[in-house]
């Protein structure tokens, strides 16, 4: 009898090269589902995989995690289409559009657009167990974000704020990591 949950399984280790290979290409812009892609879509793929290579071991696997994305309906609409029918690490996956006043404790993920991004930063400081941030405003992981979206050489990329993620208490895959520009608080402003 074949073991399907193991570690070793040839089908576990394919999908996980699969997702690790979706991840680079998502990154790095290439290939041609990248290139053919909204600018949402691509959003939402870089957000889905944010998510999928998170460490979220300490959320109950009962628990539904929640991809919140705060006034962009292109963004949410395209997450909902990625997410629909998925799971990570056994977590049912959930996606709610929400204000970015109002995002509330129960997000592990908020994308929020850049003209919101100040605003939630503020907010996200004060609130205990904070949602993992992400936004396509420019300085976002520098001022205290967890992931920057940005553009470079006509392909999206992301930056991660070690410093912040640090302090949030959220584990990335050392694979993630190893695909971003990695940055630091900027503790002037």
Known sequence: MQVLSG??????????IAGTVAVALAAAGI????????????KAAFLFNFAKFADWDTVPPS????????????????????ARGQVINGHAIEVRRVKSDNFGPSCHLLFVPASEAKQVLEKVGKVQDAPITVSDAPGFAQAGGV???FQEGGRMRFAVNVDTTQRLGVRLSSRLLDL???VRTDHAQ
């Open 63 to 82: 628990v539904t995690l929640v991809l919140c994305v705060a006034n962009d309906d292109q963004v949410g609409a395209a997450l909902t289409d990625s």
């Open 147 to 149: 992931i920057e979206l």
């Open 180 to 182: 971003a520009k990695i």
């Open 31 to 42: 290939g041609r589902a990248a290139d053919g892609m909204s600018p949402s879509a691509l």
């Open 7 to 16: 570690p070793g399984n040839p089908r576990r280790l394919a999908i996980r």
